[in-house]
């Protein structure tokens, strides 16, 4: 299993990026999903998630109102569109996918990784 992550890039406060992930050998519509974050001297933060069954969750004081989960089933992919970025935003984002297909429980007991994407904020 293979989950790429892509999209990253230096923008200015205010800007939108729009990240995707695109996943290998398996199908991402069975699995839940999520995006995470790691800034320079942080730990790694969750972000955002997509359940199997549609269900979105997001971190709620930092990111809820500006990113929005999806998922495209025929393309095989999930995104991460956010909105009114600002500097605090900068991290190295990654794309996560549960081990386990079809399940109803957060957060998952293993992650598959995606290797990460750099968004960079200027103010």
């Known amino acids: 299993v293979q989950l790429q992550a892509s999209g990253g890039g230096l923008v200015q406060a205010g800007d939108s990026l729009r990240l995707s992930c695109a996943a290998s050998?398996?199908?991402?519509?069975?699995?839940?999903m999520a995006w995470f974050r790691q800034a320079p001297g942080k730990e790694r933060e969750f972000v955002a998630r997509?359940?199997?069954?549609?269900?979105?969750?997001y971190a709620e004081d930092s990111v809820k109102g500006r990113f929005t989960i999806s998922r495209d089933n025929a393309k095989n992919t999930m995104a991460l569109q956010m909105n009114s970025l600002k500097p605090e935003d900068t991290a190295v984002y990654y794309c996560a996918g549960d081990i386990k297909p079809y399940s109803s429980t957060w957060p998952p007991e293993s992650y598959y990784w995606g290797q990460g994407t750099q968004v960079t904020v200027s103010s």
């Open positions: 050998g398996r199908t991402l519509s069975r699995y839940n």
């Open positions: 997509i359940m199997w069954n549609g269900g979105r969750a």
